[in-house]
């Protein structure tokens, strides 16, 4: 079954610095998301890219979609201290399914 | 802004026993969703849910497991008999589509721990 996976790095990072992480996925999609989740709470919706395009911008937040590397990343700009939290990725398939396929996540702390 | 809640944000419970956890979705919404998260581990997706009926279930979504709509605002997501592994982070989410890429809201969770 397909699933979004992220590299399985742990981030530490200085305030003001960018952070990038990456997620790949196993067959075709119909859109790809970004969640954060700070420790132990809920998921946060960050950012949603349809199969179709390949950049999109909100904020501080810029996420890249290679459907043909099956792979997306996600640049945090000018981090801060609360931009500390776990970050996933998730697609949902092409087809009318609407389960959402989550990745492991990536931890990044923002060392103020 | 509208946001999904979730009750009760902790629940501790004995193996075997029955647990209702409660959902209040997006108003406007017409799709919801159970998650889960065992510590650690990946969110997984249980169950959708649209138009009063399952729409997709997963293979961890067996018999034990039932969702239901019972008024105009509320989602629980009862699991009939506990197990210690049933123990995780169980989200709610609602989405206004299911199509179109239409975004999926979550809840903060509930915490469930059986022993």
């Known amino acids: 079954s397909q699933q979004g996976e992220e590299d399985p790095q742990a981030l530490s990072i200085q305030e003001g610095e960018n952070a990038t992480m990456n997620c790949s996925y196993k067959?075709?999609?119909?859109?790809l998301q970004w969640y954060r989740q700070n420790s132990g709470r809920g998921l946060v919706h960050l950012i949603l890219i349809r199969s179709n395009e390949r950049e999109k911008h909100s904020g501080r937040l810029r996420v890249t979609l290679d459907t043909s590397k099956k792979s997306s990343s996600l640049l945090i700009t000018a981090s801060r201290a609360a931009d500390t939290a776990s970050y996933f990725c998730a697609t949902d398939l092409p087809y009318g399914n609407n389960r959402l396929a989550f990745g492991k996540g990536n931890q990044v702390v923002v060392i103020p | 802004e509208p946001e999904v809640t979730q009750t009760p944000s902790h629940q501790v419970t004995q193996m075997g026993q029955e647990v209702i956890l409660h959902c209040v979705p997006i108003s406007n919404h017409l799709y919801f969703y159970w998650y889960r998260q065992i510590l650690g581990q990946k969110v997984e997706f249980l169950v959708s849910f649209y138009n009063n009926e399952i729409s997709e279930k997963s293979e961890i979504f067996d018999d034990q497991f039932s969702v239901e709509r019972p008024d105009g605002s509320n989602f629980t997501l009862k699991i009939r008999s506990t197990k210690l592994e049933d123990s995780a982070m169980y989200f709610c989410?609602?989405?206004?589509?299911?199509?179109?890429?239409?975004?999926?809201?979550f809840g903060p969770g509930t915490r469930l721990l059986v022993l």
């Open positions: 067959t075709s999609i119909n859109n």
């Open positions: 989410a609602s989405s206004s589509d299911a199509a179109g890429g239409k975004t999926q809201y």
